[in-house]
């Protein structure tokens, strides 16, 4: 299952990610969006654990919880074509 992780502090790596949600079980991918341009996070990312209920797991003990000063967000990821669809600027 893939989760989705936001209201990050732009300081969080992909290791701390790790570290945290390695408590919960296993984990196949682990990513912290970041701009393409300067790099810098953009306060979410995306963890991938392949056991649907150790993914669960983990939201319920996660979500809203303190992450080094913030409260997150934790839940399943929308496939990319359920998102709204952006507006293009010009």
């Given at each position: ?73 934790v839940n399943e990821a929308r496939p990319r074509g359920d ?8």
């Amino acid at each position: 299952m893939k989760l989705y992780v936001g209201n990050l502090p732009y300081s969080v790596t992909e290791d701390d990610l790790r570290q945290t949600f390695s408590e919960f079980g296993e984990l196949a991918e682990v990513v912290v969006i970041t701009d393409k341009f300067s790099g810098q996070s953009k306060g979410f990312g995306f963890v991938e654990m392949p056991n649907n209920s150790e993914a669960d797991a983990a939201i319920k003990a996660l979500n809203e919880s303190n992450f080094k000063g913030r409260n997150i967000k934790v839940n399943e990821a929308r496939p990319r074509g359920d998102r709204p669809q952006r507006r293009q600027r010009y």
